[in-house]
């Protein structure tokens, strides 16, 4: 079975400084899909970004981007320029591709912007 | 643009008691849709999905059971909550399986 690790449980990052997420994800299909969540304190679940594992570009939107290591099975998220508003927890999520519906969470990391 | 809307936002319920979340998404056709519940400091659990109507795929043996009467309308239902039910409820939908899943707001649902 697939498994999300987020190994960080809380981040913490300066205003307008770059912090970066970690994720790692245990699998033995060679296409899926990968993503990252947000919820805010209002608890309502958002899409960052989204990676296909057959594209070896790293997806990139506005501030933040994504490593993704096909080979280490890592997937970490980076976030430049850190806003307040970008204090959340963070989610990322695994889905085998084809026809699997399953979304597969990690357990998430705290992320904490000072100003 | 599409909507996904789910409620209620918060309900409080004695054990024993029978329960109704319903999420319903506007402005699409046969979307897949999926029941979540997040436990306190966890990530979230899939409960249940539904390809069209009718058609309930459960994840997770349990004290629950969904149903989904209309195309676009998902319903998670207890007749008898346990202590053990308790936690946030979201409902999410997506174009294609493997397509961004997009959530609700999701129900605190307590249990006394």
């Known amino acids: 079975a697939q498994t999300v690790t987020q190994s960080q449980p809380e981040m913490s990052v300066q205003e307008a400084e770059t912090v970066t997420l970690s994720c790692t994800y245990d699998?033995?299909?060679?296409?899926?899909?990968l993503f990252w969540y947000k919820q805010p304190p209002s608890r309502q679940m958002i899409l960052v970004i989204r990676?296909?594992?057959?594209?070896?570009q790293n997806a990139t939107e506005n501030r933040f981007s994504v490593n993704f290591q096909k080979a280490a099975k890592s997937f970490s998220l980076k976030i430049s320029d850190s806003q307040l508003g970008d204090a959340a927890m963070y989610f990322c999520?695994?889905?085998?591709?084809?026809?699997?519906?399953?979304?597969?969470f990690g357990k998430g990391t705290l992320l904490t912007v000072n100003p | 643009s599409q909507t996904i809307h789910q409620w209620p936002a918060t309900l409080v319920q004695p054990v024993g008691s029978p329960l109704s979340l319903e999420c319903t998404v506007e402005?699409?056709?046969?979307?897949?849709l999926y029941w979540y519940r997040q436990a306190a400091g966890r990530g979230l659990q899939l409960l249940f999905y539904?390809?069209?109507?009718?058609?309930i795929s459960s994840e997770v043996p349990q004290n629950l059971s969904a149903s989904r009467p209309q195309d676009r309308q998902f319903i998670l239902s207890s007749k008898k909550l346990l202590l053990s039910d308790s936690g946030f409820y979201l409902c999410?939908?997506?174009?294609?399986?493997?397509?961004?899943?997009?959530f609700g707001d999701g129900t605190r649902l307590s249990i006394l």
């Open positions: 999520a695994y889905n085998s591709g084809g026809s699997n519906y399953k979304l597969t």
């Open positions: 990676q296909e594992a057959y594209k070896q």
């Open positions: 539904s390809v069209g109507i009718g058609q």
């Open positions: 999410a939908w997506s174009p294609q399986p493997n397509q961004p899943q997009h």
């Open positions: 402005g699409t056709s046969n979307p897949n």
């Open positions: 699998t033995s299909e060679s296409d899926y899909y």
